[in-house]
Structures are given as C-alpha cells and as structure tokens.
Nanobody, 126 residues
Framework: QVQLVESGGGLVRAGGSLRLSCAAS????????MGWFRQAPGKEREFVAA????????YYADSVKGRFTISRDNAKNTVYLQMNSLKPEDTAVYYC???????????????????WGQGTQVTVSS
C-alpha cells in the first residue's frame, strides 16, 4: 500500500509560481513512475506530467510544457511539480499518482496509475 500526500497548493496571481510536493510512504518509491494530474470543476481529471524512476525523460502535457517542471528526490521519497507562469486555466485540484508497475514507460491515462493522493487545490486569479 502506497500512501501519497500532496502539499504546496494555494492561491496565486496569474504569472506567479507555486511548487507542489508529494511525499510517498513506501520505501520502494524509487522503483516506479510518478505522475501529476489535475481536475478542474466540471471537467475530467487530466494528465499534467510524469517522471520515470531515474528522473530522466520527463513528459508533459502540451498545455504546461515550458512552464511546469517535474522532478523527484528518491532519497526523500518525494516528487515535485514546479509551476511557473501560472494562468487562470491552471486552476484545479492537483493530484500525484504512482504507477507501481512501470519503472520508465510513461503513460498518461489515469487508469494505469495505482495509487493517488488526496489532492491539493491550486487557484490562479487573473
């Protein structure tokens, strides 16, 4: 059982920055792909970014490419999402998720991720 706890959300003005963190309880955290997703009111949960176990070859949704950066610290069992140049359309609940069956192959579907955090609210005002 993997427990994921997100933090770092909040209210920020357009153009600002936030850094989300996701701490995992499981000591094999370094063995699998981690992802970030988001869900805006009335919309489906969507892929944002993902990172393989090694930290290389990250993958981003087109809507955040060049503005968001995903990273991980395996020694701390933590994955991060640095969000810069935030826009009002980035407003959503952000979730981290673990795909414990894959080390390097990144998938963007919510269905392949096995464990999810409780989410953290990000609100970007115009």
């Amino acid at each position: 059982q993997v427990q994921l706890v997100e933090s770092g959300g909040g209210l920020v003005r357009a153009g600002g920055s936030l850094r989300l963190s996701c701490a995992a309880s499981e000591r094999t955290f370094s063995s699998y792909v981690m992802g970030w997703f988001r869900q805006a009111p009335g919309k489906e949960r969507e892929f944002v970014a993902a990172i393989p176990w090694s930290g290389g070859s990250t993958y981003y949704a087109d809507s955040v490419k060049g503005r968001f950066t995903i990273s991980r610290d395996n020694a701390k069992n933590t994955v991060y999402l640095q969000m810069n140049s935030l826009k009002p359309e980035d407003t959503a609940v952000y979730y981290c998720a673990a795909d414990i069956h894959r080390r390097s192959t990144i998938r963007t579907s919510t269905r392949v991720y096995d464990y999810w955090g409780q989410g953290t609210q990000v609100t970007v005002s115009s």
